[in-house]
């Protein structure tokens, strides 16, 4: 679910400073500069009736947006990036949120949108067969439409997309999933199979870099990778398929998650291999209740996903246990492992509504922040709260992930191309982190598929199976605090609100 927005002047960094200064257009690699919101501190409203993500979203910082092209002459539109969902779709200007005040004050001011009727290679595909629901209940329909697409200096003829002329939210999307997984009952060629079929990228791949908390924009390299943008070697595991043989979600095995405190004792929180969808559409971190209530009992941390929607944490611990870290593995005891530093997990973010009327559970502690990793009965994502820490290559092709430890505050670049035959090379990155002073300031930021599959790791052995709907909005009860409602007014370069919890 996305929180109330308003939309004002967006600003992104240039490619080329963002490669910097590699030349890209030799290869056949596409890169797509995306921001997010500038973390400020919003009202609070009463309303009756709210989701509590709201809230959630204002306290992580909002998601990720992509700055794209739709129709001839180009319209601008910002849309979420989200690698848990493969249709892209816009909000068209005349939809019913954009039209309603009441809807607004409720779901959120419109962000950016199109007007078909001045586009010239607008083309109606199918009315009203677009319809898109996500687990958090919001959604949004209208038609399946075409138009020509530009993205990363790249024009993709004639995508598919939808037009959402009825939607409870405030923001389209950019769905760069599997095919498999668009909302229309019968699969179409997405903007991962026209990216290859138009030969803007030799094979169906792209790289993720969202870089530190505090950081404002990140990258996707769509055809290729950045060997600036990680830590030593970039290992892969393959994607798994869904219960019915199919390719439909980025799901792979965490056949392990310890912690490493800051003495070197490491704590390990899981006994079997656990199938998680590696998600840029949501910000937080999602994994079985049997995990995050061991790590919880850790850490005295205090469960309120029932009432306010938050699980609650000591902010003592980001300036006792400073070089502690979360590590995520996958494959295997050979497969890759990432390291997430307290402070990605650990979010100093609840006094600020606390004064706003934020009505907290008792504690046992008075310094309050809210934990990024929370429980989930259907759905396990390893949201923004892991991804930042990760580089991630994402092989639609060859039904792989690469991943290494992101190499935070990069500002280099060396990139590589993804073929079809090659699949993602063999590479190496920097041999350790950059070293940069943060001085960032302000509040830390934060289609229809098959179900998950059962994921069986010989060396670990068999996990228990899971189930899942469409990777979408991730949504959380709603809450009990007086049905205080978070009214977004946060700035990406002026970008407000539309943040999420999205699969």
């Given at each position: 679910m996305r929180t109330l927005g308003v939309l004002a002047a967006a600003s992104f960094a240039s490619t080329a400073a963002a490669l910097g200064g590699t030349d890209s257009t030799s290869q056949k690699v596409v890169p797509v500069n995306f921001s997010r919101p500038t973390p400020r501190l919003p009202a609070l409203h009463k309303r009756a009736g709210t989701y509590s993500q709201e809230l959630n979203n204002n306290l992580t910082g909002g998601g990720y947006y992509a700055q794209v092209t739709v129709g001839t002459p180009p319209q601008t539109v910002d849309l979420i990036v989200d690698t848990g969902s493969s249709d892209v779709w816009v909000l068209d200007s005349h939809a019913d949120l954009c039209r309603s005040t009441a809807k607004q004050d409720y779901y959120g001011y419109c962000l950016s949108t199109y007007d078909p009727s001045k586009s010239s290679t607008y083309s109606v595909v199918s009315q009203n067969d677009f319809s898109i629901q996500y687990v958090d209940g919001s959604g949004a329909e209208g038609d399946y439409i075409k138009d020509t697409f530009g993205i990363g200096g790249a024009d993709i003829k004639a995508l598919q997309m939808g037009l959402a002329e009825n939607s409870t939210i405030n923001s389209g999307l950019l769905g760069i999933g599997f095919a498999a997984n668009v909302a229309a009952l019968e699969p179409y060629p997405n903007i991962m199979n026209l990216f290859q079929?138009?030969?803007?990228?030799?094979?169906?791949?792209?790289?993720?870099?969202?870089?530190?908390?505090?950081?404002?924009?990140?990258?996707?390299?769509?055809?290729?990778?950045?060997?600036?943008?990680?830590?030593?070697?970039?290992?892969?595991?393959?994607?798994?398929?869904?219960?019915?043989?199919?390719?439909?979600?980025?799901?792979?095995?965490?056949?392990?998650?310890?912690?490493?405190?800051?003495?070197?004792?490491?704590?390990?929180?899981?006994?079997?291999?656990?199938?998680?969808?590696?998600?840029?559409?949501?910000?937080?971190?999602?994994?079985?209740?049997?995990?995050?209530?061991?790590?919880?009992?850790?850490?005295?941390?205090?469960?309120?996903?029932?009432?306010?929607?938050?699980?609650?944490?000591?902010?003592?611990?980001?300036t006792e246990m400073k070089n502690f870290t979360f590590d995520f593995q996958f494959g295997g005891s050979d497969g890759p492992v990432v390291k997430v530093p307290i402070d990605e997990m650990v979010l100093d973010n609840v006094k600020q509504y606390i004064d706003l009327g934020l009505n907290v559970p008792s504690t046992p502690f008075e310094n309050i922040c809210s934990f990024g990793l929370q429980p989930s009965s259907d759905y396990y994502l390893l949201g923004d709260t892991f991804l930042r820490s990760s580089y991630v290559v994402y092989d639609l092709t060859n039904k792989q992930i690469g991943l290494a430890q992101s190499n935070l505050n990069s500002t280099k670049s060396n990139i590589l191309e993804i073929t079809q035959e090659s699949g993602i090379p063999d590479a190496s990155g920097v041999a350790s982190q950059v070293s940069v002073e943060q001085t960032a300031t302000g509040l830390p930021g934060a289609g229809v598929g098959g179900g998950l599959p059962t994921v069986t790791v010989t060396s670990t052995g068999s996990p228990s199976s899971s189930t899942s709907g469409n990777a979408g909005p991730r949504g959380v009860p709603p809450p009990n605090w007086e049905a205080l409602a978070v009214a977004a007014v946060a700035g990406m370069g002026g970008l407000v609100g539309a943040g999420l919890v999205v699969i």
């Open positions: 079929d138009q030969d803007l990228i030799s094979s169906q791949a792209y790289s993720l870099y969202l870089d530190d908390l505090y950081a404002e924009t990140g990258t996707i390299l769509f055809g290729g990778l950045d060997t600036e943008k990680f830590i030593g070697t970039l290992k892969t595991v393959d994607i798994q398929p869904d219960r019915y043989g199919n390719y439909s979600s980025f799901t792979v095995a965490l056949t392990s998650l310890t912690t490493t405190a800051d003495n070197g004792t490491i704590t390990n929180y899981t006994r079997t291999p656990v199938a998680v969808i590696l998600d840029s559409g949501t910000t937080l971190t999602y994994l079985p209740s049997s995990i995050t209530r061991r790590i919880y009992r850790a850490f005295d941390a205090v469960d309120d996903t029932s009432g306010t929607g938050l699980v609650y944490i000591n902010c003592d611990y980001l």
